[in-house]
């Protein structure tokens, strides 16, 4: 429910880097799928807790410390709302998306799989959600399986019950939305699936959450993640949502303080979750900072934010197809702003720096997505990627500058 | 509109990107380098034959691709060890950005300094040239 009226000029003035110049142009930053920009509600949380109430958590007797892992704390309550979780201790805070899937498959994996079960991955994932998978595999002898997706960018249905024929599978851990090219992927259908063929589900929400609400309840999915970067949050800060009785389940990740219930020379009790997997001092103002976004976004509401960014993916989508010979990749029915796109003999490293010039920042490379640009027949992709707060505007200037960038390489 | 940026992609390096003069796997050499960049699939190899000719197939972004081509045109008739003080020389020019009268053609390239992701790619053929001398003095 949305508490402020989505008015695009006063949110810009909430992100005081928005008014930067880049080359002595006004910035176009159209690189928020890598990490967003902060507004100042933010950053003035985070100010707030070093210039007023910190001390570490947890720990102190004394009133700072207490305030401060109220505040803490406090955040965590904030997240469990924000997913619908059931409860605070199925939050577990990490370091980034990379961590908590890291510490899923260390933890989760080394125990309640065994060898010979297989662990299935997408053909559109992150580096993130398909190294440690191999890794697992690896160390654990479990079978890594890819499941294909069609040209438009979409989950092949077919490849995924191919994959799970066998009844081997124990988890599939697939992307909520593709950080190259803009897919959605069903979760609550795959995770219906997944779990009527006895597999848990692992979604990497990474850029989903960033642009429509997750219940992860309805979705009914048993692992959630995170970064808080993406969704206008600080660096430093992850989220890992797993059901209570995994987490319960699950051995700790990391050992030291924080994590224990009981220390001796003999044996050491684990604390209980979430506190179990967030060994040693965390990262306080940026949990703090993390909060404070997620009260950012939930008074504009995934509404009225949902509303504009498909306004602008549409508009985007246009203004590309009018580049002549631009290829976007990918097709999928439901997509978000997330463009990935080459040109012939125009190399996405040449279209970014020339764009850069003129102050608009995309992203080039393989967007730690290697085995995708394969799939796409592709080495690299230019990518450009909205914001609730990115205007039709700073689109048109995309058009204008590729156009400019097709005459020079024609 | 693009002035400064048309001052590293100026008229010699969209030419001999898009028409390089010296691209191409000759029929005979006498070793061959490789130079990729992992972080965006730029890829090239370049082919030495004793007497200072130099060819090369590059695969990427317009920087490296005519860098490759400009290197192949100042190492000619040059002696390996010429050609590894010339390779010191450009490194010097595209990281400093100043230009040195010595090395012609390949300042076109000096652009490059003000980009720091970029240098890896105007540097890439080079690389690929000291791994193909490498190979030959081994074999040779
Ligand atoms: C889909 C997806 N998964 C995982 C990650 C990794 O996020 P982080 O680097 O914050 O751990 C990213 C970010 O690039 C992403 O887009």
């Not at chain 1, 960033?210 to 989220?239: E, M």
């Not at chain 1, 967030?278 to 909060?291: M, S």
């Not at chain 2, 003069?21 to 990729?36: I, M, S």
């Amino acid at each position: 429910m949305s508490v402020r009226e989505f008015n695009l000029d006063e949110i810009r003035k909430d992100f005081p880097i928005l008014a930067q110049q880049v080359h002595g142009r006004k910035l176009v930053f159209l690189d928020s799928a890598a990490s967003a920009q902060k507004p100042r509600a933010v950053i003035d949380a985070m100010v707030h807790v070093m210039e007023a109430q910190y001390a570490n958590v947890h720990r102190g007797l004394h009133w700072m410390s207490e305030r401060t892992s109220d505040a803490y704390e406090a955040a965590r309550d904030k997240v469990a709302a924000f997913l619908n979780a059931q409860a605070r201790e199925e939050i577990v805070f990490t370091r980034n998306a990379t961590e908590s899937i890291n510490l899923v498959a260390y933890t989760h994996g080394r125990t309640a799989l065994r060898p010979g079960d297989a662990v299935v991955v997408s053909e559109m994932e992150h580096h993130a959600n398909l190294v440690p998978w191999q890794m697992l595999r690896d160390a654990h002898g479990v079978e890594l399986r890819i499941a294909k997706i069609t040209d438009s960018g979409e989950i092949d249905w077919e490849s995924l019950e191919a994959q799970f024929a066998d009844g081997k599978v124990k988890l599939l851990a697939i992307t909520h939305m593709s950080n190259v090219l803009g897919s959605y992927t069903p979760a609550e259908r795959l995770v219906a699936f997944a779990h009527a063929r006895g597999a848990k589900v692992l979604l990497d929400g990474c850029q989903a959450i960033v642009h429509r609400a997750v219940d992860v309840q309805a979705l009914d999915v048993d692992f959630y993640v995170f970064s808080g970067h993406k969704l206008y949050g600080p660096t430093g800060i992850g989220v890992l949502y797993a059901k209570r009785e995994l987490l319960d389940a699950m051995p700790p990740f990391m050992a030291g303080g924080e994590m224990i219930e009981s220390v001796s020379y003999q044996r050491t009790k684990w604390a209980q979750p979430p506190h179990r997997f967030e060994a040693g001092t965390p990262a306080i103002v940026e949990t703090i900072g993390l909060g404070a976004a997620i009260d950012y976004v939930q008074a504009l509401g995934f509404e009225a934010i949902a509303a504009h960014e498909r306004a602008l993916t549409e508009h985007g989508l246009k203004v590309l197809a009018g580049i002549e010979d631009l290829r976007v990749l990918g097709a999928a029915q439901d997509r978000g702003g997330v463009l990935s796109f080459t040109m012939p003999d125009a190399h996405a490293h040449d279209i970014a720096t020339l764009l850069d010039r003129q102050g608009i920042a995309v992203r080039a490379g393989h967007h730690c997505a290697e085995p995708l640009m394969g799939r796409m027949g592709v080495t690299a992709t230019a990518r450009a990627s909205f914001a609730l707060y990115t205007t039709r505007e700073e689109i048109d200037a995309l058009g204008a500058g590729l156009l400019r960038i097709r005459q020079m390489f024609k | 509109m693009m002035s400064e940026s048309q001052e590293l992609y100026q008229a010699l390096i969209m030419e001999r990107s898009k028409a390089p003069h010296f691209a191409g796997r000759p029929e005979a050499f006498d070793a061959q380098g490789q130079g990729e960049n992992a972080m965006c699939g730029d890829r090239v190899q370049v082919f030495w034959q004793r007497g200072g000719v130099v060819r090369h197939e590059a695969h990427g972004c317009a920087i490296m691709t005519a860098s490759a081509d400009l290197m192949a045109q100042a190492v000619a008739e040059k002696t390996p060890s010429q050609m590894t003080a010339l390779r010191g020389a450009f490194e010097e020019v595209v990281t400093s950005g100043r230009e040195n009268p010595a090395l012609g053609d390949l300042n076109a390239l000096a652009g490059v300094a003000q980009y720091r992701s970029r240098i890896r790619c105007a540097t890439l053929p080079w690389v690929a040239l000291a791994e193909a001398l490498k190979e030959g003095q081994v074999h040779g």
